[in-house]
């Protein structure tokens, strides 16, 4: 198989992969928190805030990896310490 049709199918398996987790995220906090609006700003909130680092981290400190797991580690140490 060439590389840039598995790439392709890899890519477009986890968009699908990555929506089933989303929504079954949105159900639990539902049922967790039970006020749709806490759940879609708090969500709203994490995708702006990777979307605001990742544009300070590759556009004004010039690099050219973004650490997305790196990132995810730290936001869960946060709400852990949150709660």
């Known amino acids: 198989m060439d590389d840039f049709v598995f790439d392709k199918m890899l890519i477009n398996d986890s968009i699908w992969i990555s929506l089933l987790i989303v929504f079954c995220l949105l159900i639990i906090l539902l049922?967790?928190?039970?006020?749709a609006l806490m759940v879609v700003f708090g969500l709203l909130n994490i995708i702006f805030s990777l979307a605001i680092s990742y544009w300070l981290y590759c556009e004004i400190l010039g690099a050219d990896h973004f650490p997305f797991l790196n990132l995810m580690a730290a936001l869960l140490l946060l709400g852990k310490i949150i709660r």
């Open 31 to 35: 049922i967790v928190i039970r006020s």
